[in-house]
């Protein structure tokens, strides 16, 4: 049953603080951000004194209440812990104590999470609706409300709260556990079955198109020139044909870039666990284009089978085999070149008729696990609205 509890202001509860002092061009300062949906204030970046701008800066301290004001309209606002302890903040980031004797910090701290606060934030927000524009100044920042029970009430709510989100979390790192598990079945399967496969030959003996890298034009989802297979349409071991974009259409594109159904595309350069993912293309996406991070190639079909060689690719020893052979500048961004894939190790002695066998068994477990994963995620999508839900009914009064 909803309890009738008062809802006070922020102005009631709460007072600016400001710990301001000038910077000092030979320090390093750590500089805090803010996560939306009241995630927490975390270390932004660290920068010395003579790379930060305004010299009037504010310390944080454990226990400060602190908001973004560009994004408060996300929820940006965090209890400060000691993980951010001494961290500065600018004038974008403004700082409040609360009054304790009336409000039980985590009481806010879970507030933070609600969809109410981010509601009245974004109405109390002035300027465009551009991401970067839309601010929730201190002046307003004051019209924010809250429900304030008592504090032994509002100690009441917040254990059933914390004991309920444990649940979560464990159902939650059950859920993830059971993913990787599942992801991980199937490339032990795929080893088991290329296990036997000892004699190998380079790549290069079956390639009868050598890798050739997609042409490079703008695109945008909107345009209607030529389909481009965008990147991430090969992130995983498929393709995956709606991951599209399309020319401005004056765009010049030479037949040796148009896709061919069965042809095989890899990812040439990604982030390092998607680097060498590679899937077949399908008949849909006949005469498209692929991206330049991309790279098309065929096979001698009359003696590979190209969804047994995305297979051979999928497994663990072509992984790490591709792992130990991506180079780049950015750790977060690898390649691989056409050398690479050319002198990728590849079995053989395997008739076409055994690859085409071995792929239909795949494919079977693959259909059955795929069919798995969506269970798995609406399971997660079930569990993720469990919190909000259960904070709705928490600050109504209703848990």
Not at 232 to 242: C, P, Q, R, Y
Request: aromatic residues 10%; positive net charge.
């Amino acid at each position: 049953m909803s309890r009738a509890w008062p809802v006070v202001g922020f102005d009631q509860i709460l007072e600016r603080v400001e710990r301001k002092f000038v910077i000092d061009d030979a320090e390093v300062y750590k500089c805090i951000g803010v996560r939306w949906y009241g995630q927490g204030a975390f270390i932004r970046t660290q920068l010395s004194g003579a790379e930060i701008a305004r010299k009037d800066q504010w310390k944080l301290e454990p226990g400060d209440i602190v908001y973004n004001k560009l994004f408060a309209w996300k929820a940006a606002f965090a209890l400060a812990d000691e993980t951010v302890k001494g961290c500065i903040t600018s004038d974008k980031f403004p700082t409040y104590r609360a009054s304790i004797d009336r409000v039980d910090l985590r009481w806010l701290k879970w507030y933070f999470r609600t969809f109410d606060i981010a509601r009245q934030a974004q109405a109390f927000s002035k300027g465009a609706a551009a991401i970067s524009k839309l601010t929730l100044n201190p002046p307003d920042f004051w019209k924010l409300t809250i429900p304030l029970p008592p504090l032994v009430e509002q100690q009441r709510v917040i254990a059933r709260i914390e004991e309920l989100a444990a649940k979560i979390r464990e159902a939650q790192d059950l859920r993830a556990q059971s993913n990787a598990g599942t992801r991980h079945f199937m490339e032990s399967i795929i080893e088991d079955v290329i296990s036997g496969m000892v004699e190998v030959r380079k790549f290069a003996e079956v390639v009868t198109f050598r890798p050739r890298s997609g042409p490079s034009f703008l695109t945008h989802p909107d345009w209607k020139g030529t389909a481009v297979l965008m990147p991430s349409a090969v992130t995983g071991f498929g393709v995956d044909t709606t991951k599209v974009e399309y020319g401005m259409g004056n765009e010049p594109i030479s037949e040796k870039d148009r896709l061919s159904a069965g042809d095989i595309l890899i990812a040439r350069g990604n982030k390092p666990e998607q680097v060498g993912n590679a899937g077949v293309v399908p008949p849909e996406a006949e005469g498209w284009v692929c991206a330049n991070l991309l790279m098309r190639l065929q096979v001698d079909t009359a003696e590979v089978d190209p969804h047994f060689c995305i297979y051979w690719l999928r497994s663990p020893r072509m992984r790490d085999h591709v792992k130990q052979r991506m180079a780049g500048t950015s750790p977060s961004i690898q390649k691989i070149n056409q050398r690479v894939i050319l002198d990728y190790p590849f079995p053989t002695g395997i008739p076409l008729g055994e690859q085409r066998r071995l792929v239909a068994y795949l494919d079977t477990l693959q259909k059955k696990l795929d069919a798995l994963r969506q269970l798995q995620a609406e399971t997660a999508a079930e569990l993720d609205a469990l919190l909000p839900s259960i904070l709705d009914r928490a600050f109504k009064g209703e848990l």
